[in-house]
């Protein structure tokens, strides 16, 4: 493993409680407990368990998106990038792709970019996420799941994180597309150079993908190594469990 980019340390993580009954005050639900790790610069670290088990709560503390939460939680770079499940409810369907992929850089409060620079930058990543320019017109109802999840892609790349989190992002897309997605990632991985964090419950398009694996079950942590290592010799029943019922072991 390089150089350490995310470290957690005994990390608990909450949410408040909606379903609250009357009188039962500002009672919080812990959704992680006591999860520690660290991820190599330029991984790729696969986050896998079953629905509910805590994955995408600890994404979104990564991103900053749920604050709430105790323990440690270090990254050498600011301003991860996250792209999410479904990319048609990600997407505005009033703008048009090339708005969307521009609106990172008007809102970015770190750099004044001009008009021409923001444009320069929209083909820049049309090129990577290997969409012709011609669908900067279109709106996200005119484009293919596969394209859709592209275009999420590219707004997450267009400030240029050094980490990019993926939470199930072929998981709504046909088998098909999700190996083209796959493609993608592993090609953004090596030409970019990024650290990222894909999240999936699937073993098998985690084994394809991923160098490390940290598999979770009820907000904790069970198992955390290099993804060659944990499926060859997994240490944690419920790991055991998963690939059998992934069908990669007997």
Known sequence: MGETVLRAKDLNVFYK??????????KKVQ??????????EGTVLAIAGESGCGKSTLARAIVGINKDYTGELW??????????????????????????????LKVDKTRKWTKEERLAKV???????????EMLERYPSQLSGGQRQRVCIGIALMREPKLLIA??????????IQAQIMELLRSLHKRLGISIIFIS???????????????MKNGKVVEYGETKDVYRNPQAEYTKELLKAAGIRK
């Open 167 to 176: 939470d199930e992002p072929v998981s709504a897309l046909d088998v098909t």
């Open 123 to 133: 083909k820049e990543i049309m090129k990577e996420i290997e969409l012709p320019l």
């Open 17 to 26: 409680n909606r379903k609250r009954k009357l009188f039962s005050g500002n």
């Open 31 to 40: 959704i992680l407990h006591d999860v520690s790790f660290e991820m190599g």
């Open 201 to 215: 419950h699937d073993l098998r398009v985690v084994y394809q993908i991923s160098d490390c694996v940290m598999i």
């Open 75 to 104: 990254q050498k770079y600011e301003g991860p990038q996250m792209v999410f499940q479904d990319p048609y409810n990600s997407l505005n369907p009033a703008k048009k792709v090339g708005w969307l992929l521009e609106e990172p």
